[in-house]
């Protein structure tokens, strides 16, 4: 089973940068995290979850939200199995929960379901809470 653990949250004002950190661990002998979709999904209470960016080493392709786009950046380090969202220019509502997850799933299908649908992730890390506030 797939481990996740994310850090790097914290606060910061509007316009500045954070990068968020996500330690993956637990693939079976065969698999590496390059097998995988690997995405940051980010949640205020209250409100639909939403998937930020979403990154497939192995399709060498990315996904991002409407309201990630020009300023995040999403990254993966396969020998370290980590994956990064660098988040720049932040704004006020981009203060939320931030989750990494994880699921091995065909590129397409995801490209297919999202941002309309989110697709069926179960590897989840615990959350790192972002705070953008003057």
């Known amino acids: 089973e797939v481990t996740l653990v994310e850090s790097g949250g914290g606060s910061a004002q509007p316009g500045e940068s954070l990068r968020l950190s996500c330690a993956a661990s637990?693939?079976?002998?065969?698999?590496?995290?390059?097998?995988?979709?690997i995405a940051w999904f980010r949640q205020v209470p209250g409100k639909e979850r939403e998937a930020v960016s979403v990154?497939?080493?192995?399709?060498?392709?990315?996904y991002y939200s409407d309201s990630s786009k020009g300023r995040f950046t999403i990254s993966s380090d396969s020998a370290k199995n980590m994956v990064y969202l660098q988040m720049n220019r932040l704004k006020p509502e981009d203060t939320a929960t931030y989750y990494c997850?994880?699921?091995?799933?065909?590129?397409?299908?995801?490209?297919?379901?999202?941002?309309?649908?989110?697709?069926?992730?179960?590897?989840w890390g615990q959350g790192t809470q972002v705070t953008v506030s003057a």
């Open positions: 997850a994880a699921e091995r799933m065909k590129w397409g299908h995801v490209l297919r379901l999202l941002p309309t649908y989110t697709p069926d992730f179960h590897s």
């Open positions: 637990g693939f079976s002998p065969d698999v590496t995290i390059d097998d995988y979709a």
């Open positions: 990154i497939s080493k192995r399709h060498a392709d990315t």
